[in-house]
Each structure stands twice: as C-alpha cells, then as structure tokens.
C-alpha cells in the first residue's frame, strides 16, 4: 500500500476504509475529496463524541445539528437562524483575509437558510498583547477584517470580548457568531431534492486561493502555510446575499448551500446525501479565474463569495436573469440524481465517482480521543 495517504492528512486505517467504500484504490481527485472532507475541519472525527454531550432539541428548536445554521422559534411565525463558528488558523496566517472571509462564511450560512443576517458578534483570544507586537498585529488586522465585511453586508456588531493571555500568542481564537431572521415557512435547507434538477453554480469564479485550506485548518501551524488562506470580497459578498435572498422569494430554489471549507466537494456532498443521494457535476462548465485549472484545484478551491444552488428544472433562466442583475457569475453545471453517488465530470469522462454519504460527515471515521 503507498503512503498516498499521508499528502492529504489522512492515517492509513482511513484510507483502508477508503479502499473498502470504493472496491478499489482512489485516484487522486477521490483521495483529495476524501482528504478534505474527512479533515477535523469538516467531519468533527475527533470531537463530535463530545458535541452530543450537548442540548440540541427542545420545543422551540426548529433546527438543530446537521444543517448551515441551528433555527429557533421566537413566536408569530418568525425564527432566529443562528451559527457561531471558528476561524482560527486562518487569522493566525493572514489575520485581516482570515477574520474577514471567517465573517462571510457565517454569513453566508445564515442566509442559506432563507434568514436575512441582522447582527454579528464575536469572541477572541490574543497573546499578551503588552509584550508581543505579533499579537498587536493579529488584532489589528482581525478586527478590521471583521468590521470591514459585516460593514459591506450591512450587518451591526451588536456585541463581543476579547481576552489577552500568553497562551494564545501566535495561535489566537475567532469565534464569530451571526444571527438571522426568518418567517417560518420561509426556511430553506441545503437539499438536493427532485431527480433531475439543475445544480447551479453562483458568485464569484473560482480560483487558486484556499486550495488546501480545510486539511490546513485541522493542522499545526508549523506546517508550509503558504496559499492557503482564502481571500474574500465583501462588495462580492452583499451582492451573493442580497441576489440569493431574492431568489429564495420566486419559489425557483428547491436548496443551496455555500462554498466553504473543501469547496465544491463539500458544498454538493453536503447537498446530496439529505436530498436524492446522488449528484453529478462537469468542473468544465465551472466559472474560473484562472485558466488550466485541474479538476482537483476546482473541486478543493476555497475561493469565497460562491453558492451551490438546486433549481427546479425548467427554471434555471429564470435564475440567470437575476443573478446577471446583481454582476454574478451564473451556470447549470450538473443535475440531481438518485443513485447515491457524486458523480464528477470533465466533459465526458469521469474523474471521481463516490458515494456522497460517505464523504458526509456521518461517514467519516470517529475517534474517541482521550483527553485530561
């Protein structure tokens, strides 16, 4: 067996099972899908043994675990979307790009919900901000990334804190924490439902920037950072918003989900196992930035600003209209399928077929680490 493994983060008895799922050895874009969506970052292999120690129901939980953002019940038909989320790594590499693109992607979970984001908090760990002036400039740029994006969405800071301790030096924390809005049967969900149904691609093309990022997140630090933290737009961004906001009102949007960590390959895996099982998609057809991008770059980039939406079939121009209204980028690139399988295309040959449930995190391996 080869150590192909170990170039994406993954132990060896991950990629026995990987051989298992399969009946046969992955090939390179396989193993680097299962690489990032079997990351801490995306799966929780390591912590969620300790994430059902948690509440998650109650009579007022609309939603719990398992989608973007939770939802509660507030009363006369309306719901607070809520999601708190951390962004650490990132900030630690490029503090402004990291807290600012930690910001859009919990924005952008919110209104993937159907919920319009109207307020942003924050919780952040510095090192001793009095004897390290790397300290000063991580909270100096962070703050400003934070501000900078929820400024551009028009979303209020409505509350934060903020400590200082030499523990945190050159590793701080970011947690960020949006709230939402949301009439009850307004609530969307990231589902692929309705067999044959168009999987569109909209935002910003997809580029280098962020390719590695979510195996990076679930690393040391003291490993090669370098391109790995993605870089966001917040101009981009309130146009993403405010164009999917829109679209959820026609009634053509069956689901959607964002790009954030791992990228396409989480976004449409994410999408296919709650809804039919199966998805396929040609990376041909997805918008780039950069030409000669491979299949693995454009299936792991982590460029920001970009959704996955699920279209009734039949009414994709109906899509392209308004997302043409707002500068964005628009394309059919794939369709629902119920074979259980996420199909990945380039033209018409196939370069990856995997069942999407076992890149989900419900088929991810789970460790019960022991911890003091």
């Given at each position: 067996m080869s150590n192909r493994y170990k170039a994406v983060g993954l132990k060896k008895i991950e990629y026995q099972k990987i051989i298992e799922i399969l009946g046969r050895e992955p090939n390179d874009l396989e193993l680097n899908m299962y690489g990032a969506m079997w990351s801490e970052h995306c799966s929780?292999?390591?912590?969620?043994?300790?994430?059902?120690?948690?509440?998650?129901?109650?009579?007022?939980?609309?939603?719990?675990?398992?989608?973007?953002?939770?939802?509660v019940d507030i009363g006369d038909n309306m719901a607070i979307a809520m999601k708190i989320e951390s962004h650490n790594s990132p900030t630690a590499v490029n503090p402004y790009q990291g807290a600012a693109t930690g910001v859009g992607g919990i924005l952008r979970d919110i209104f993937a919900?159907?919920?319009?984001?109207?307020?942003?908090?924050?919780?952040?760990?510095?090192?001793?901000?009095?004897?390290?002036?790397?300290t000063k400039v991580l909270l100096k740029g962070a703050v400003k990334g934070m501000a900078d994006y929820t400024k551009a969405l028009e979303v209020p800071t409505v509350g934060g804190e903020i400590y200082f301790n030499h523990t945190y030096e050159g590793n701080p924390l970011v947690n960020a924490m949006c709230l939402g809005l949301v009439e009850h049967d307004k609530i969307?969900?990231?589902?692929?439902?309705?067999?044959?149904?168009s999987v569109m691609y909209v935002g910003s093309a997809t580029g280098m920037d962020g390719i590695g990022g979510a195996s990076f997140s679930s690393s040391t630090l003291e490993e090669d950072s370098e391109g790995v933290c993605p870089v966001g737009d917040p101009e981009l961004g309130k146009r993403v918003m405010e164009a999917c906001l829109e679209l959820l009102k026609t009634g053509s949007v069956v689901g959607l989900q964002d790009l954030?960590?791992?990228?396409?390959?989480?976004?449409?895996?994410?999408?296919?196992?709650?809804?039919?099982?199966?998805?396929?998609?040609?990376?041909?057809?997805?918008?780039?930035?950069?030409?000669?991008?491979?299949?693995?770059?454009?299936?792991?980039?982590?460029?920001?600003?970009?959704?996955?939406?699920?279209?009734?079939?039949?009414?994709?121009?109906?899509?392209?209209?308004?997302?043409?209204?707002?500068?964005?980028?628009?394309?059919?690139?794939?369709?629902?399928?119920?074979?259980?399988?996420?199909?990945?295309?380039e033209g018409d040959t196939i370069v990856a077929e995997i069942p999407s449930e076992s890149l989900d995190s419900s088929g991810a391996p789970e460790y019960d680490t022991d911890y003091e």
């Open positions: 929780y292999k390591h912590s969620r043994i300790l994430f059902r120690h948690f509440p998650t129901s109650g009579k007022r939980i609309i939603q719990g675990p398992g989608e973007n953002a939770g939802i919900m159907g919920a319009r984001p109207i307020a942003f908090l924050n919780s952040l760990r510095f090192g001793n901000i009095r004897e390290s002036d790397n969307h969900r990231a589902n692929a439902s309705g067999v044959g149904n954030g960590a791992a990228g396409l390959t989480s976004a449409c895996s994410e999408t296919a196992t709650p809804g039919e099982g199966g998805m396929e998609i040609d990376v041909f057809k997805v918008p780039r930035k950069v030409e000669g991008m491979n299949p693995i770059e454009v299936m792991l980039s982590e460029s920001q600003e970009r959704m996955v939406l699920i279209v009734e079939k039949g009414r994709e121009e109906q899509v392209n209209e308004i997302v043409k209204k707002w500068g964005l980028h628009s394309m059919v690139i794939g369709k629902v399928t119920d074979d259980g399988m996420l199909t990945v295309k």
